[in-house]
């Protein structure tokens, strides 16, 4: 039996800052407001969920979504729209560790939850729990869980078990193909909290995250590419592949409009060069700025990327580096902000992280944050010199490097670095710079703990 579901499309997004034929928009923008359509609370910010529909509701032929993890019942709704009233091709790739619906989480052992994953169950199941009588119907399934919504109406789903392993490290890209000419990345998965707040707490705001919204046939081609291969729709070989199944491809630049756009997928293998990879993408654009980069991410545990960022720190007294990391990651061992601050941090292993490089002229005007209630920094960007962007689903991590599946795009467009540069200060604004007391007495703890022996 097939459900679908009529979406209102009178409304249509406002936007943040747009260059011809590319877009951007943030769910956290102080200037704007929208009502979350769950909730009902009105709030700062723009809309992404609005902004994926109605680009979705635009297509006349294809749609091709690769997200980690797809929670959003409208979307859903939206897809199911498409494919069945307009005959629109849709096919969905997953990260299998979230191709569930809600029923199918609860059959988890318990003794394999981590107390993060349980509080997202019981976040969905009162998002699903529309009557709140502490009991799941079909017709709230219907009516609320994407991902059963998807199945009921016939969507074809993939993930990254589909190619014969356990899956691969994380299938963690969040983008859309439409019609092979326009492309949305995201860095917010397609859930509550990644785009509106979380369910049950009223003072969420959903993490941080933005929104790329570009239409170039060139561009999109690529992310045509890597989802073909994930799909196992490649003529040569039509099995799916995911991580280093995947063959390498290193960057491609394409031109929308007067600006320039380059992409790049990981996994990339530890036996090709460092410098061919995306986070050695990331490093040459980073070697290319000449007076300021400011950097907002979730995590930050590249080495190599922080050697760059001292090299270009120590060329000029007047160079400006402005670095948020999200409060989670920011204090613990391996963040590059400790190498910044010249602090060296013990694992529980008491061992120092490998290439461990405190900064000999520490840079104190870093730090973290103050996030709303519940919610991430989530964004993954660079902008270098107001002029280029660097944005996408990966983190600026080994295991995002070597392991996942992930993109990255750097945009050369100067509307589209400055409305990043203002996303920046916004977070700057509220932010703790230096390194708390906390994290020095934790410190000078472990190196107690660890040398008390000598």
């Known amino acids: 039996m097939k459900f679908i579901i009529a979406i209102t499309t009178t409304v249509f997004s406002s936007i943040v800052c747009a260059s011809a034929n ?5 769910n956290q923008l102080e200037s704007e407001s929208y009502t979350d359509p769950y909730r009902k609370i009105t709030r700062p910010g723009q809309d992404l969920e609005k902004v994926i529909i109605e680009s979705i509701l635009e297509a006349k032929t294809s749609i091709d979504v690769a997200v980690q993890e797809l929670r959003l019942p409208r979307i859903a709704k939206a897809l199911a729209v ?22 199918t989480m609860g059959d988890e052992n318990e003794d394999d939850v981590n107390q993060h994953e349980a509080s997202r169950f019981v976040d969905l199941f009162a998002f699903i729990d529309m009557d709140n009588d502490n009991r799941i119907e079909p017709a709230e399934m219907a009516e609320r869980d994407a991902v059963h919504i998807l199945h009921l109406n016939n969507i074809p789903i993939k993930d990254d078990t589909h190619d014969g392993s356990m899956g691969s490290s994380l299938m963690h890209h969040k983008f859309l193909v439409i019609d092979g000419e326009t492309l949305i990345v995201s860095t917010a998965n397609f859930t ?12 969420s705001r959903g993490n941080a995250n933005s929104l790329v919204k570009i239409k170039s046939k060139q561009l999109a081609k690529s992310y045509q590419e890597e989802f073909e291969l994930m799909w196992g729709s490649v003529k040569a070989a039509r099995i799916p592949k995911f991580g280093h199944q995947k063959p390498y491809r290193g960057p491609k630049t394409s031109k929308v409009s007067s600006s320039s756009v380059s992409t790049q997928f990981s996994p990339t293998s ?8 995306v986070n050695g993408l990331i490093g040459k654009t980073l070697k290319s700025a000449k007076e300021e980069v400011l950097l907002a991410l979730f995590v930050f545990s590249e080495q190599r990327l922080s050697d760059v960022l001292q090299e270009k720190f120590e060329e000029t007294t007047r160079f400006r580096l402005g670095v948020l990391v999200e409060p989670k990651f920011a204090y613990r061992h391996y963040s590059e902000l400790l190498d910044m601050w010249g602090i060296g941090m013990l694992d529980n292993n008491c061992q120092y992280e490998a290439y461990n ?6 840079h104190y005007d870093v730090g973290a944050p103050i996030m709303p209630s519940g919610d991430f920094l989530h964004h993954k960007f660079a902008v270098i010199d107001r002029e280029t962007v660097i944005v996408g689903s990966q983190n600026w991590s080994d295991s995002a490097n070597h392991q996942n599946d992930e993109n990255i795009l750097v945009i050369k467009d100067k509307k589209i670095a400055e409305a990043y540069a203002q996303e920046f200060e ?14 020095l007495k934790r410190v000078q703890g472990m190196e107690e703990a660890c040398f008390s022996y000598l």
């Open 22 to 26: 590319m877009s951007v928009y943030f």
């Open 82 to 103: 498409k494919a069945l009233k307009d005959d629109v091709k849709i096919r969905v790739v997953l990260e299998n560790s979230y191709n569930n619906t809600l029923l």
């Open 192 to 203: 509550l909290s990644g785009i509106h707040g979380d369910f049950t707490n009223p003072n």
């Open 270 to 277: 530890r036996t090709l060069s460092w410098r061919k990879s």
């Open 357 to 362: 490089n405190p900064w000999a002229l520490p």
């Open 426 to 439: 916004r977070l700057e604004r509220k932010s703790r710079k230096g390194p708390p007391k906390s994290l």
